[in-house]
């Protein structure tokens, strides 16, 4: 036992000792400008051989804390990489005229005017509004008519419900070049055989908008009906049929007991589609890539109609290739679905105290 | 609660019509991608031109497109996938674990800056993203850009924190004498962990398996800023957006490559069909 163990120490203060090595000497390789090709492994296989070296320490009281840390370093190491620096980053940029890969001075507040005496921008934000305003309505009333719907007692249930669900798979990109074809090519020879109009519902602005609307209708409603569905079969069964012996119908049950039973479900939803509308890109790109023009917008002509606040983010940044400015508004996105969340928390914790 | 008879028959007929409206656009690239790129201006929602044959010639000429590389995206798209998804199954659950059972200041905090940060739009990390991953790989001499490491590393950082989020849920049931009894055993807690624990996650873990992987499989914002539009790794919904940017208003080609970008999904889905859908609203509920 002792000599096992003795053994076991060794092996680890080895490895310890090699880890910190290989990381030293990976390090001083780096900062020495050799550029030696081994530099990058020798960093990686001694951070492994440390948390080996660690794991191997022969302690008995620390050994808990040894594997938490080592636990917990993989998921940390990656989400600190992948957010938390590049938001602490982001916020930075914001201030100055970063272009991608690197920045000379600091010019204050200068993206965050610069992109309000932007009309287009000011129009892609407020198309954003107006389109998460209708979406959580629009959303939520489809979604929730056909959980009603999944939860009669009608023979086909099942295969209605995974129906109204399939869109939800498919990705943003794909789906939204089938609509267009649906939209260009479908469409166009229904209206043009109704009214003979020529022209497709995708180059006209306000119709694109609403093609967007139906869409992400198409796509979302599904998923939002599944979660009504589930909050529907909460509702106590005794409840509906003490409510029928009174008399009461159809939709006085609907609106005096099943709706005030899922309140927080309705409160999930509409939270779910707000956010996710908000950050709408994928059909948005896909559909019509923001084109549309629209003649007069406070003395402006505008050539991004259907452009939303996402899409407008990315191509400031990667189009326009305007790094800085691109970020500042991407810090404004976040602000505004912060304030979101926010009110979301407040409004479901009321909720429970209620309760 | 019986129905009137009237009543059923119109609630089905309107379940039929929605049905059939949901469908449709299925319909039209199943439909489409048997005829020919005539045909297909000529009559898309109908039968004519319909030909096995010229399925064959579009399949064929889709998959052979040395732009779009079907079988190279689609292998990319997996091996992304499947890696990501165990990788978030194995730290998730290692950390949730942690997490869970160690109430000390520090796994309070760490377990509210995970909440918190759910509220970070992907737009608002997107650009420093890309600048830092190009400096880390740099500076370790290995790309994280363009590589399926560097994306799979990235989807490990974004999906960490609601995954740890359902995990935690899920851990706070397990009762801790549990542990105690296999502590007591001489179990160590790495073995408590991988034993005990991460055997009882099956249920939850293929909850947030579905959810990442429905979101990792379609996401298309991620790859195309790590990987580049015309970069020599491609995901399965980059390659359909490069392969549209470079064939406009080719429908046989284009829903061609729309049907085969669908299929794997559809597929899982009329397989898990009951997991998926209980899996979407789970990780919705909580």
Known sequence: MSENSSSRKMLSLVLLAAGVAGMVVSLVMDFSGGGSPVRGPLLIIGAIAFLIGLYLFPTVEHHRGIINF???????????????????????????????????????????????????????????????????????????????????????????????????????????????????????????????????????????????????????????????????????????????????????????????????????????????????????????????????????????????????????AISKNNYALGQAKAVLFFIILACVSIIQVRISNKKEVEM | MEMKKSRKIILTVIGIIVAIYTLFPFYLVVMNTFKNANSIVASPVGFEGVSFSQLMTNLSSVVNNSNFNFWYAFGTSVIITVISLVVLALFGGMAAWVICRNKTKWSTAIYMIFIASMIIPFQVVMLPLISTFRDVGNFVGISLLQSIPGIVFAYCGFGGAMTVFI???????????????????????????????????????????????MWIWNDYLLPSLMLGQNGKVKTLPVAVQAFVGSYVKQWDLILTAALLAIIPMVIIFLIAQKQIMNGMVEGAIK
């Open chain 1, 70 to 316: 080592i636990f917990l370093f993989p998921l940390l190491f990656t989400f600190a990489v992948t957010v938390i620096i590049p938001l602490l980053l982001g916020i930075f940029y914001s201030f100055t005229d970063w272009n991608g890969i690197k920045f000379t001075g600091f010019i204050g507040l200068t993206n965050y005017t610069t992109m309000f005496k932007d009309p287009a921008f000011i129009w892609s934000v407020l198309l954003t509004f107006l389109f998460v305003v209708f979406n959580m309505v629009l959303v939520n009333l489809v979604g929730f008519s056909l959980a009603l719907l999944c939860t009669s007692k009608l023979k086909g249930v099942n295969f209605f419900r995974a129906a109204y669900f399939l869109p939800n798979l498919i990705g943003g990109i794909v789906l939204g070049y089938i609509w267009q074809f649906a939209f260009n090519n479908v469409l166009v020879q229904i209206t043009a055989a109704i009214s003979g109009h020529q022209n497709s519902v995708l180059a006209n602005t306000k119709t694109a908008f609403m093609a967007i609307i139906v869409v992400y209708i198409w796509q979302y409603a599904g998923y939002i009906m599944l979660i009504y569905v589930t909050g529907l079969t909460t509702v106590p069964k005794d409840v509906l049929e003490a409510s029928q012996i009174d008399g009461a119908n159809a939709w006085t049950t609907l609106m005096k007991i099943k709706v005030p039973m899922i309140a927080s479900t309705i409160t999930i939803c509409t939270f779910l589609t707000l956010t996710s509308a908000f950050k709408q890109f994928d059909v948005n790109m896909a559909l019509t890539n923001g084109t549309g023009s629209v003649t007069d917008f406070f003395g402006s002509y505008l050539t991004n109609g259907t452009q939303m606040l996402a899409l407008n983010i990315y191509n400031t």
């Open chain 2, 167 to 213: 995990l935690t849920g899920f851990i706070k049931g397990i009762p801790y004498e549990l542990e105690e009894a296999a502590s007591i055993d001489g179990c160590s807690p790495e073995g408590t962990f991988f034993r005990i624990i991460f055997p009882l996650l099956t249920p939850v873990i293929t909850t947030v398996t579905i959810l990442n992987g």
